[in-house]
T-cell receptor
Framework: DADVTQTPRNRITKTGKRIMLECSQTKGHDRMYWYRQDPGLGLQLIYYSFDVKDINKGEISDGYSVSRQAQAKFSLSLESAIPNQTALYFCATSETGMVGTQYFGPGTRLTVL | QKEVEQNSGPLSVPEGAIASLNCTYS??????FFWYRQYSGKSPELIMFIYSNGDKEDGRFTAQLNKASQYVSLLIRDSQPSDSATYLC???????????FGAGTRLFVKA
């Protein structure tokens, strides 16, 4: 089984709808992240969490919110989806420290019409 | 100026050649650097990391770091068609809580 899983893998929705993307991990890492990837822009950090009680905004948090329900679960919500939130979303976990490796989930392709 | 910059490519090399991928970063507080490979539609996977000036070798891959010039590179020796992918450079700050990714360089290895 994959160490980092994301659901759903693909989602098409309409403008104004509320969407939740879920991430679960079995690696036992405290640190979890949400990124979005757009063509030509690389990975942009949306939110990150270093433990259940620690949530931090990333570079592009506007229009998004997160919930860390447990060490293993970190969900991303779009309260009112808009077309420019169409992107590939990745959840990641990492070991602590300066060289802690990040492990990425398989991604969720979200399309907002 | 983006914090981590990479040439978007595509970089095309023949099979068996050395592919050289470059990355510059703007934050002098960056302490560790990562190279990820990403196949189309897939998630990034770590190739290697480096945090000391100089070279670090792992199989066919060599990462090079020059903190004075704020420059990181990845050399792929004996390039194979299976190396065709987008390579992402990332820089992590002191404390390890913020990792900034470049936009990636697309590499094509021609058989």
């Amino acid at each position: 089984d994959a160490d980092v899983t994301q659901t759903p893998r693909n989602r098409i929705t309409k403008t104004g709808k509320r969407i939740m993307l879920e991430c679960s991990q079995t690696k036992g890492h405290d640190r979890m992240y949400w990124y979005r990837q757009d063509p030509g822009l690389g990975l942009q950090l949306i939110y990150y969490s270093f433990d259940v009680k620690d949530i931090n905004k990333g570079e592009i948090s506007d229009g998004y919110s997160v919930s860390r329900q447990a060490q293993a679960k970190f969900s991303l919500s779009l309260e009112s989806a808009i077309p420019n939130q169409t992107a590939l979303y990745f959840c990641a976990t990492s070991e602590t420290g300066m060289v802690g490796t990040q492990y990425f989930g398989p991604g969720t392709r979200l399309t907002v019409l | 100026q983006k914090e981590v910059e990479q040439n978007s490519g595509p970089l095309s090399v023949p099979e068996g050649a050395i592919a050289s991928l470059n990355c510059t970063y703007s934050d002098r507080g960056s302490q560790s650097f990562f190279w990820y490979r990403q196949y189309s539609g897939k998630s990034p996977e770590l190739i290697m990391f480096i945090y000391s000036n100089g070279d670090k070798e792992d199989g066919r891959f060599t990462a090079q770091l020059n903190k004075a010039s704020q420059y990181v590179s990845l050399l792929i020796r004996d390039s194979q068609p299976s190396d065709s992918a987008t390579y992402l450079c990332a820089a992590r700050n002191t404390g390890g809580f913020k990792t900034i990714f470049g936009a990636g360089t697309r590499l094509f290895v021609k058989a």
